[in-house]
């Protein structure tokens, strides 16, 4: 099968090394157009650390062909560092392989797995932490999910879902962290506590909500 990995091939090298036994992959980081698919007779997509924005007719036309490996128990955590807002907002922690459908992170739920951590952990060593899980998720099941051999959970069901977290609004707060990624996820915790209480971090956090354009 003719496979299409999205993303870094520095972060997907264990992905390729384990496709390309028995599959023909392709590798890039550019963003993609339905030429470029048709041109590389490519048939599944697997995206994972790919910055643009899959969207229709790609979407479309690879129906059920593509896949996000995702550092997020979806369907919260939507949007980009879903492990640092995971602390924030106080929502389960996990990883989790979808579909991508039109919408951003909002396709069936394949599989995904939830984690727990220790307050003394950093958002970089948790972070690191669920991009292997959400890797092992997709190797673990590689084959059933390039022929559909899966259980799909649409994550239309699911009750406890989050709003999508974009980039404007998520570099301003970690803009606000004493120590960026190295900052103990029991600080940000502590942080999400204190600021939700507090009725300035509420004004600009709804302020930056529905402000904030999300990227289509």
């Not at 090298?13 to 048709?38: A, C, F, G, M, R």
């Not at 948790?126 to 051999?149: P, Y």
């Not at 004493?178 to 956090?205: C, H, I, K, Q």
Request: charged share 25%; with cysteine.
């Amino acid at each position: 099968m003719n496979l299409l990995i999205l993303g870094p091939e520095k972060r997907n090298k264990n992905v390729i090394d384990s496709l390309e036994e028995d599959h023909q992959v392709y590798v890039t980081k550019d963003e993609i157009t339905l030429d470029y698919l048709s041109d590389n007779g490519i048939e599944f997509i697997i995206s994972n650390g790919y910055a643009p924005i899959i969207k229709p007719p790609i979407t479309t036309e690879f129906k059920n062909k593509i896949v996000n490996i995702h550092p997020a128990y979806l369907p919260q955590g939507r949007g980009i560092y879903p492990n640092f807002w995971s602390f924030l907002e106080g929502f389960p922690k996990g990883a989790t392989v979808h579909y991508i459908d039109d919408g951003i992170d909002t396709g069936a739920i394949l599989f995904r797995e939830e984690v727990s951590f220790k307050k003394t952990d950093t958002l970089r060593s948790t972070l690191e932490i669920l991009m292997k899980l959400a890797e092992k998720l997709f190797l673990d099941n590689a084959e059933d999910i390039l022929v559909g051999n899966v259980n799909k959970l649409e994550q239309e069901s699911l009750s406890n879902s989050s709003i999508y977290h974009n980039r404007l609004m998520s570099e301003y707060f970690i803009d606000l962290l004493p120590s960026s990624w190295d900052t103990s996820v029991g600080f940000v915790e502590e942080m999400g506590r204190d600021f939700f209480l507090s009725a300035d971090f509420t004004n600009s956090y709804f302020c930056l909500l529905y402000t904030s354009p999300i990227p289509r």
